[in-house]
């Protein structure tokens, strides 16, 4: 998955989370792939960072 698969594939995503504080963080790893994880609450989770990853953004739902 390349990064604007990945972008795509956060958005369409997001759309079926319940809260729209929950969002989906796009993550760049050292081997050039890209990681999908979901956020609760704006909370986030950094597991990534310590793996050696870089977050390219955070994607949320739009307010109903």
Sequence with gaps: MNKQQAINYAIDKVKTFRDSSDGIEIWEMPNDLFDIVH???????N????NGGKKIKTIYKESD
């Design 47 to 50: 597991h990534n960072l310590v």
């Design 39 to 45: 956020t609760m609450n704006s909370n986030g989770r």
